[in-house]
Structure formats: C-alpha cells, structure tokens
C-alpha cells in the first residue's frame, strides 16, 4: 500500500467500541481441553476444562505453579495455538478474527525490540506493517511515548534502555493499535524487585487511562493481588481452574504504591496462597465458583 492511499487509514481510539459490542465478553472460554502430542512420546494433557469469562475492562491474572498451563491458555487465546477441544472467543469473534483484527496486543517476559529501530520507530512498527502512513504513526507513537512517560527517548536505541524501560517501550508498541485487550505474560518477570513495582504501578495507570481488559500471566503473588480485579488460581498439570478469586482493595485505578503496606492487601495475599497451595478449600467466602 502507498503512503498516499494509507492516509485514509485510521489509528483507532483507545477503548473504542461498537454499539453491538455492548454485553460482549472481552474473553470467553468454554470447556477448552490442551493435549499436546509427539510422535514416539505420550501425550501431555497441559490444560483441561477450562471456563473462563473477563470483562471488558477487566483485568484478570492468571497463577499457578510452572507447567500449569497457565502461558499455554493466554497462546489459545491470542490463537498461537489451537485448543483440542472447547471453544475460545475474543469480543464475541474466533480467536483467528480477533487475531486479524487487532483486538488484542501482546508482550512477553524479553521486550523483544528490534535493535536496529529506535524507540519510536519499534512502536510504530505494528502500524507500519498495517499500511498506516507516517504522520499518523509518528502521531500515535508520540502520544503512546508520552503515556508510558518516554516522551524524550523517541530517538535512541533499545541498548540505550534500562530494563524497565524496554518493557514500557514493549508495553506501548503492544498498545499501538489501541486494542482492547492486552495479553501479558510475565512482562515483568526479568525486572528486579523495586523496577517491577514500580511498572506495576504504571500498568495500574496505563490500563486505566486505555480502557483495556487484560489477561496477565505471573508467578507472583504479590503482583497478581496488586494489579487485578480477579485472581484465577491455577492447579498443577493438567492445568485446571481452582478457583477465582475477586480481589477486596479499591478499583485497580486508584492503587498506588501506598496500597503495598494496607492491610487488606496482605489479606488478599494470603487467600490467594492459600488456594495456590491448596490450603484452603474451595469455595471459601470471597472466592467465585467457577
């Protein structure tokens, strides 16, 4: 596509939405099983009746101990890979619609920049490969640099980045196509301990000011308690889901780093190691059957 013929192209607006969206799950999962299979090997059953719904605006992590399946089930559904049975939905469309679509952005544990491209140009990089012509990527990335506070490294190189920073530069490339659900696994896994607050603190904010639903994978407590509106707890392979747990602190856009040292924080800490360490029985008050 021409430059000249891409302008007409438009960057959608964050959190848009059709009128028939209305009522729609952001995810929708329904009896969906994971078998995967080897010549000469036995099959390993990774995950097993899974039902999972989130909402438009939610935000949802997803824990358990390794190999639960738990980066399996976010692949499903940014259609990686395909369930062997069950059915997946994104916005009421199959996981390959959504796919696209655009309805979704991604980022992983490494940020996966392009070295060679500065940090404007990785941005935009989702736009230009959709035929998006160069003001408007220039445009989007800008605004995108400035929500994630970057707004002075649109010209240097991802070396030139701290490790933190890289993630945000991850973190706005994934939303340069204002999606409206975000898939987050581990994205700050590799960070050390006061980095990884503090992105987690700017995560609270970036999906707040987006609108985006988000689907986040963790190993950690802590963080999953922090940063969500539901907790699902994860079994050991087969993964299953254990429980769902709602999380009792104020709406994940009034969380501040403050909220680490209330009480009920280190509350909603313990339910979620108990269930993860299968400590408490299902169906304990506060947890959602499901």
Known sequence: MSEASASA???????????????????????????????????????????LTVAPGEFVSLIGPSGCGKSTLLRLIA?????????????????????????????????????WRTVAANIELPLELHGVNS?????????????????????????QLSGGMQQRVAIARALAESPRLLLMDEPFGALDEMTRERMQTELV???????????????????????????????PRPGRIRDILSITLPGTADRDEHLREDEAFFENVSRVRELLHGEAPVGIKGVENR
Do not use: C, W
Request: charged letters at 20%.
């Open 79 to 115: 259609d990686l890979d395909t369930p062997s049975a069950g059915s997946l939905t994104v916005f009421g469309k199959t996981a390959r619609q959504a796919r696209i679509d655009q309805e979704y952005g991604i980022a992983f544990q490494q940020s996966g920049l392009l070295p």
């Open 205 to 235: 904010r970036i999906t707040g000011e987006t609108g985006a639903a988000v689907v986040f994978v963790t190993h950690s407590i802590p963080e999953a308690v922090f940063l969500s509106n539901r907790v699902v707890v994860m079994s």
């Open 135 to 159: 003001a408007g990527r220039k445009k989007r990335s800008a605004e995108l640099l400035a929500l994630v506070g970057l707004g002075d490294f649109a010209e240097s190189y991802p070396d």
């Open 9 to 51: 192209v438009p960057v959608p607006t964050a959190g848009s939405a059709s009128p028939t969206d209305a009522g729609v799950a952001a995810v929708q999962v329904t009896g969906v099983d994971k078998v995967f299979t080897a010549k000469r090997k036995a099959s390993v059953t990774a995950l097993e009746n899974i039902d």
